[in-house]
T-cell receptor, first 117, second 116 residues
Framework: GAVVSQHPSRVICKSGTSVKIECRSLDFQATTMFWYRQFPKKSLMLMATSNEGSKATYEQGVEKDKFLINHASLTLSTLTVTSAHPEDSSFYIC?????????????FGPGTRLTVL | AQTVTQSQPEMSVQEAETVTLSCTYDTSESDYYLFWYKQPPSRQMILVIRQEAYKQQNATENRFSVNFQKAAKSFSLKISDSQLGDAAMYFCAEWAGGTSYGKLTFGQGTILTVHP
């Protein structure tokens, strides 16, 4: 089946630095990808919709200047956490729908655990 | 706006027994899809089952089946012959027509424990 990868799987950084997380669709093209944030034993909270070749659409309350999203190709979207702070520590998950119907399966990446010291 | 509610933070079941996880949703859209996802300790999200709202027949995938009550906006998941590998966090999710394609709204999740 289709696969979505994320890199890195874990990252530890110092407060004030920026971190880039990559999301790749390995065997299909994804004009749209989604970025979620998840706290331990909590639900997935949609942060933004990444659109290939255009600006991302952010959910209400998500700082677009802090969470920069770039969807440069049909197989790659990146999330950059700028000037990271300890409160940004979380599990970040991306997903990409397969095909042209919402009934088609949406594939999720394995997630990236970000720890900001 | 769509909302999805899972009122059971935790559930437990004995191996080989049956368990039902509850989910209610609220949407004003007429075209929507409902999903159950499983998130094991690895945290990889796995699609368990999906249901199109316009279909009256309840979806079934092997040991997993749903009870879709459209008028009540209820979408419960039944796991039969529970196995140790079913232990995970389960999320109910909705995609509603009119929103971005693929944009899912998730419930709060239910942690399922399977006892041997």
């Amino acid at each position: 089946g289709a696969v979505v990868s994320q890199h890195p799987s874990r990252v530890i950084c110092k407060s004030g630095t920026s971190v880039k997380i990559e999301c790749r669709s390995l065997d299909f093209q994804a004009t749209t990808m989604f970025w979620y944030r998840q706290f331990p034993k909590k639900s997935l909270m949609l942060m933004a919709t990444s659109n290939e070749g255009s600006k991302a659409t952010y959910e209400q309350g998500v700082e677009k200047d802090k969470f920069l999203i770039n969807h440069a190709s049909l197989t790659l979207s990146t999330l950059t956490v700028t000037s990271a702070h300890p409160e940004d520590s979380s599990f970040y998950i991306c997903s990409a729908p397969l095909g042209g119907s919402p009934y088609n399966e949406q594939f999720f990446g394995p997630g990236t655990r970000l720890t900001v010291l | 706006a769509q909302t999805v509610t899972q009122s059971q933070p935790e559930m437990s079941v004995q191996e080989a027994e049956t368990v039902t996880l509850s989910c209610t949703y609220d949407t004003s859209e007429s075209d929507y899809y409902l999903f159950w996802y499983k998130q094991p300790p690895s945290r990889q999200m796995i699609l368990v089952i999906r249901q199109e709202a316009y279909k009256q027949q309840n979806a079934t995938e092997n040991r997993f089946s749903v009870n879709f009550q459209k008028a009540a906006k209820s979408f419960s998941l039944k796991i039969s012959d529970s196995q140790l590998g079913d232990a995970a966090m389960y999320f109910c999710a909705e995609w509603a027509g009119g929103t971005s394609y693929g944009k899912l709204t998730f419930g709060q999740g239910t942690i399922l424990t399977v006892h041997p």
